[in-house]
């Protein structure tokens, strides 16, 4: 943070933490993308925007999901400023300077993107990840690395879990009507 002084002053006192990779004692992973792969019935796009915030030059939350054609509001909290660039594979681009606190820019993501990376181009240590669907089943995992993806349509479903650090992985799972389905992922850390 003591790149840019501003950034330092806001955060003077407090523990920043960079939030690549949050776990959990038991090994629970936090801010893992997951999602269901496949063709689904169209259903409406929620008219609730999804918020990205910049507060103390870091992004908030770290990784989000949303629909395709969903608004993403990205706000800058900071008396200072602040670049929204998109990295994109997919059409999903947005570059905007946000140059105090209180501005909001506004964006539909067009095409699925699973991630797209954001990152601010004047504090480059601030990073947030995407998670773009056409459909309503997905999730980010929380502080004990659970997650839940409700009324997911019976039978055997794709699902893939993203992480930034780990990558991707898939498994199927079958989903029986009025049940619920239990899923578990993990990843391998090999020790340098």
Same mark, same amino acid.
């Given at each position: 943070?003591?790149?840019?002084?501003?950034?330092?002053?806001?955060?003077? &006192?407090? !523990? @920043?933490? +960079?939030?690549?990779?949050?776990?959990?004692? /038991?090994?629970? *992973?936090? #801010?893992?993308?997951?999602?269901?792969?496949?063709?689904?019935?169209?259903?409406?796009?929620?008219?609730?925007?999804?918020?990205?915030?910049?507060?103390?030059?870091?992004?908030?939350?770290?990784?989000? &999901?949303? !629909? @395709?054609? +969903?608004?993403?509001?990205?706000?800058?909290? /900071?008396?200072? *400023?602040? #670049?929204?660039?998109?990295?994109?594979?997919?059409?999903?681009?947005?570059?905007?300077?946000?140059?105090?606190?209180?501005?909001?820019?506004?964006?539909?993501?067009?095409?699925?993107?699973?991630?797209?990376?954001? !990152?601010?181009?004047?504090?480059?240590?601030?990073?947030?990840?995407?998670?773009?669907?056409?459909?309503?089943?997905?999730?980010?995992?929380?502080?004990?690395?659970?997650?839940?993806?409700?009324?997911?349509?019976?039978?055997?479903?794709?699902?893939?879990?993203?992480?930034?650090?780990?990558?991707?992985?898939?498994?199927?799972?079958?989903?029986?009507?009025?049940?619920?389905?239990?899923?578990?992922?993990?990843?391998?850390?090999?020790?340098?």
């Amino acid at each position: 943070m003591g790149v840019d002084p501003m950034c330092g002053s806001i955060n003077a &006192g407090k !523990r @920043v933490i +960079q939030e690549a990779v949050l776990t959990t004692a /038991d090994g629970g *992973l936090k #801010n893992a993308f997951v999602s269901l792969k496949g063709n689904f019935p169209q259903t409406p796009v929620p008219g609730k925007p999804v918020v990205l915030d910049q507060r103390g030059c870091i992004y908030a939350p770290r990784v989000i &999901g949303m !629909r @395709v054609g +969903q608004t993403l509001q990205i706000r800058n909290d /900071d008396p200072l *400023l602040h #670049n929204v660039h998109s990295v994109s594979d997919h059409a999903n681009n947005i570059n905007v300077g946000q140059a105090t606190a209180g501005i909001v820019s506004e964006f539909r993501p067009k095409s699925e993107e699973i991630m797209l990376r954001f !990152r601010c181009d004047v504090h480059r240590w601030m990073t947030a990840y995407v998670g773009v669907v056409s459909h309503p089943y997905f999730a980010v995992s929380g502080d004990g690395g659970t997650f839940e993806i409700a009324n997911v349509p019976p039978g055997t479903q794709t699902i893939q879990v993203w992480h930034e650090t780990y990558g991707m992985q898939t498994k199927t799972v079958r989903v029986q009507a009025g049940t619920v389905a239990n899923i578990d992922f993990s990843y391998s850390v090999s020790a340098n």
